[in-house]
């Protein structure tokens, strides 16, 4: 029998000019406290190309997960916040199939 595929998030921030710093900030406390807080979310790393464009990897163990996520205060609070700073975002899900060796 398969088990489920996990739920996995991809996110790709432009970040506007002056705002690089804070949303830096904002975006790795809103990872410490998703992995901290949900035990639905498995993986939630962020990384970064360039002073401008952050990417985010985030894995759960189900799309019900992820939506638990968008509802937590801690998501919410860094939604509103992060908004004005952002120049655009991307997002896109897949089912994990494997995880790495």
């Known amino acids: 029998m398969t088990r489920p595929a996990d739920h996995v998030v991809v996110v790709t921030f ?18 410490r406290l998703s992995r901290a807080r949900e035990p639905g979310c498995k ?9 401008h464009e952050i990417f985010l990897y985030e894995v759960y163990c189900s799309a ?5 996520h968008l509802a937590s205060d801690h998501f919410r609070t860094f939604d509103e916040t992060v908004g004005p700073w952002i120049a655009s975002k991307s997002v896109v899900t897949y089912g994990r199939l494997s995880e790495g060796a």
Request: with cysteine; glycine share 4%.
């Open 64 to 68: 019900s997960d992820f939506q638990d």
């Open 43 to 51: 993986v939630f790393d962020v990384c970064a190309s360039s002073d």
């Open 14 to 31: 432009v970040i506007k000019d002056g705002h690089q710093t804070s949303f830096r900030d904002a975006v790795i406390e809103n990872a």
